[in-house]
């Protein structure tokens, strides 16, 4: 073979795209068997020989192994020389052969390699420092003598090898060396196989296997590399291509050395490519096999479609001959079935229009549960539900069909209303029976429960629970009412109208008890005529205030207790009522739940409490209690200290009820006029005992003053009350407490100053003893006694906060009590004129009440420090003031000394 056959017949061989490599590579893949480093799969023996078995033992030649790719330049790291460490150094190991390594290898892994031992410091231990140049020594390169046209020479050599390049590149790779190791394992396998072989055959393959022997071992090796060194050297095998080499002269030594080369590769080539085709040519006749039987399977399947079209013909002709008549029968029976439940449709329709005029004349009769309980079998007739009314199934016993939905029939549009608006007028009669029934009882409860009784709860006098006592007829019937109002949806709407039904009951309780005109004149008669609605409506609200003021203090004083002793007994028969009413609808609802009232139950309960109604009472209630009271605001301030204490305490008792009741505080107005009532009986009281004491003093002869039992038991009572309340102080908020009888009978106004005749008992002691002391009483004195008794009884049992007033009012009585009745006596020239008036008994009179400064002082420090409800009030001077009244004794005392003897 010549020199240029050879090299086509290498090219040819060798080429990538139009070869046998091209076969190959588009083959199936190879079965390669695991490896423990899972690079490269040997190829998997089988004892089958199918086509297919043999074909895929072939396959998979293209497939690359992970390690066996060439490094590039870019994966090595770069390292300076002067890094002492091995630690983070590229983990790859270098390609070259370990066991022909010369030197000692526990110094370096690379032989001989003295670069190695100084960077990587394996001798040296203890060299910490940067290697310098006696650690590794310059090497000299010669100086390449390179001619001037080297440029046109390397151009020219590069364009000639540049073919055989690619196709070295294309085939030096583990991909094909792998393909040679299967196929050699390959040509193993079929050579050990137990199936007789023929001369030619056996020759061939003995043939084959010479060849493959040629080839070098190495080749097949699993680490094959080219790019490494040593393994290049092994290709080259003597070759010396004269790389170093770049002169004219050495290219024909170079060439030759390429050919000889490319010849020894084309060699090795042609052998692999000779036992393929031997390889693949053992297994043809098994693919001819395999495509004829794919023919007799497609023969088969032919005449098999040919049967199924017969059979499709057969079945479609007994569908017309047989099937067809049946279903044209059962046609006929479902159109008789349904004309059937047409007419049983009607005669529900019939059914219903029959049971609701039924419905009519039960509710004309006054028969109202019949009635409830015929419209809702009816309602179940109509939705077509025949499972939970027994009275829908002896009406639909003998019907052979299930009852049919006739909500949305038009014609029965008017008799579902109608069913509708009966329940509603059902519903009304019961709400109103059940109201009634309630309100009676409410009223039988009150006219049960005295005054008296009443009282004593507020003041705690007695704890009697009756309203919480029913009688068992009364629960049994509201139970029952409950249940039909239920039964007809309108429980909510009936408690909604019994809690209307609540304040409507206390607002007649209020209007019963207001003073009424019992006769009217034929003026006002006519000018009632005369006048519009609208200003006989002012009119009338102007006459009830005018009434309320016309009241005496006990008739207003008995309106209020009698009021607000029927309306608490009321609004506790409405909460007894509350509890009763929301036990039964909760046990009536929970013990027959639907679906709707389940979703809607938590919404349903808030309903159901009438607590709301019960509030809304009270503060109805307070808010006008409070504006009656608020009519009379001038005429309290007028009352005697004991009634106005008695005021003050049904009030106040009235509050605390209803906060027990209602559990909270609902308004501030009543007490705000409480508050105001209070402030405004101070500032009355407090001017009028100054108009008073002043009258008193102007109008005294200062002489001495009878003293009755129960005006000197006052005075003991101030005098202890400086340690604590006296007990018959505390008992005038006592409204169990029978007032005296001339206490009763006279009003203590400005106009009308006390009766002092009527309050004399039988008695001839003159004087009065406070303490240890004992001085002679006059009749003004007395009277400051009394105011002071008074102020003190107010300030026990008044709330803390006025006690600032209360002490002012006390203190400027004292002090205006001294400065009235110096100025009595006193001349124009400010000297006491003794033939006037009766000095001795005046100085007697402001002796005592300097006793009572300090009996004042004292008292009010008690209540000071006991009570929570004090406000910062001023300091008062009690000093200064005992010092005026010692300064006006013994003015009085030097005025009335006898004159010196001579």
Known sequence: MSKVEDESH??????????????????????????????????????????????????????????????????????????????GRHSRSFGFDKENHSGSMEYSPLGNNSIYEIVMNTRRKDWLAYPTVNDIPPVSLSKPVIEDCWKKAVKQYVAEVKYESSIFESTSNLRTMTRMEQLRQLEKFDTSSPEVATDESVSENADNARELDEVPSFYFEKDFQLDNPRTFHRVLKGIDLQLSSLTLGDQTRRDEAHFELKDRLNYYLDTVENLLVAEISKSSHKFFHALADVDQIQQKAESTVAELDKLTEAVEIADRERIRKRIDSLQKVFKRKNVQKLEQGLLQVKQVLARLEQCKELYGKGELEQCLDLIGSVDCLIKGDDFHDQTVQRWVADWPYKLVDLKSVPALTEAREFLTNLMIEIGGKFSLQLCEILLKD?????????????????????????????????????????????????????????????????????????????????????????????????????????????????????????????????????????????????????????????????????????????????????????????????????????????????????????????????????????????????????????????????????????????????????????????????????????????????????????????????????????????????????????????????????????????????????????????????????????????????????????????????????????????????????????????????????????????
């Open 10 to 87: 290498a090219n040819n061989i060798l080429a990538p795209e139009d070869t046998v490599l091209e076969t190959v590579e588009s083959a199936p893949k190879i079965i390669v068997p695991e490896s423990t480093d899972k690079h490269i799969r040997s190829p998997s023996i089988d004892d089958s020989t199918s086509l297919n078995d043999d074909l895929l033992s072939v396959s998979g030649s293209n497939a690359r192994p992970l390690d066996s790719s060439r490094m590039s330049l870019d994966s090595y790291s770069v390292r300076r020389s002067f890094d002492s460490s091995v630690m």
């Open 442 to 902: 409410v009223e039988a409860y009150c006219e049960s429960v005295s005054v008296n009784e009443t009282l004593g709860r507020f003041q705690n006098v007695s704890s009697p629970r009756k309203f919480l006592e029913m009688d068992s007829d009364v629960i049994s019937t509201v139970k029952g009412l409950i249940h039909q109002l239920r039964r007809c949806e309108e429980l909510a709407s009936s408690l909604e109208l019994y809690r209307e039904k609540c304040v409507t009951e206390v607002k007649s309780i209020i209007k019963r008890h207001l003073p009424q005109k019992h006769s009217t004149s034929p003026v006002e008669e006519q000018d009632a005529g005369e006048h519009p609605r609208s200003q006989q409506s002012v009119s009338s609200g102007s006459k009830l205030s005018r009434l309320i003021r016309e009241q005496t203090p006990a008739e207003f004083q008995e309106m209020l207790v009698t009021i607000f002793t029927r309306s608490s007994e009321a609004l506790r028969r409405f909460s007894r009522h509350q509890k009763l009413l929301l036990d039964l609808s909760l046990s009536e609802i929970t013990s027959t739940p639907t679906s709707q009232e389940s979703d809607n139950q938590q919404s349903m309960i808030i309903q159901l409490d009438i607590r709301s109604g019960i509030n809304e009472t009270i503060k109805i209630l307070q808010l006008r209690m409070g504006k009656i009271i608020a009519v009379r605001r001038e005429l309290t301030a007028t009352l005697r200290f004991d009634h106005f204490l008695k005021l003050y305490t049904i009030c106040v008792l009235f509050i605390q009820e209803c906060e027990a009741v209602s559990g909270e505080f609902l308004t501030k107005y009543f007490s705000d006029v409480l508050a105001a009532q209070i402030k405004n009986y101070i500032s009355a009281q407090g001017a009028r005992n100054m108009r008073a004491i002043q009258s008193k003093i102007d109008a005294e002869k200062w002489i001495p003053f009878i003293v009755d039992r129960r005006i000197q038991k006052d005075v003991n009572d101030i005098v202890s009350s400086v340690d604590l309340d006296p007990l018959d102080w505390v008992q005038y908020s006592d409204l169990l407490r029978p007032s005296h009888t001339a206490e009763d009978a006279s009003d203590a106004t400005e106009d009308q100053p006390p009766n002092d005749s009527a309050n004399k008992q039988l008695g001839h002691r003159k004087s009065v003893v406070v303490g240890d002391k004992t001085f002679v009483a006059s009749d003004a004195l007395l009277t400051c006694i009394r105011m002071i008794k008074e102020i003190f009884i107010l300030s026990t049992n008044l709330p803390g906060a006025y006690l600032a007033n209360f002490e002012k009012m006390a203190y400027d009585l004292l002090k205006q009590f001294n400065t009235f009745a110096m100025d009595s006596v006193t001349l124009p020239d400010k000297t006491l004129s003794k033939s006037a008036k009766n000095l001795s008994i005046m100085g007697e009179s402001l002796d005592c009440l300097a006793e009572f400064v300090l009996i004042v002082q004292r008292f009010y420090q008690r209540l000071f420090n006991f009570s929570r409800e004090t406000a910062p009030h001023e300091q008062l001077n009690y000093s200064l003031l005992l010092q005026k009244y010692q300064a006006s004794a013994e003015k009085i005392y030097q005025a009335n000394a006898p004159p010196p003897p001579v």
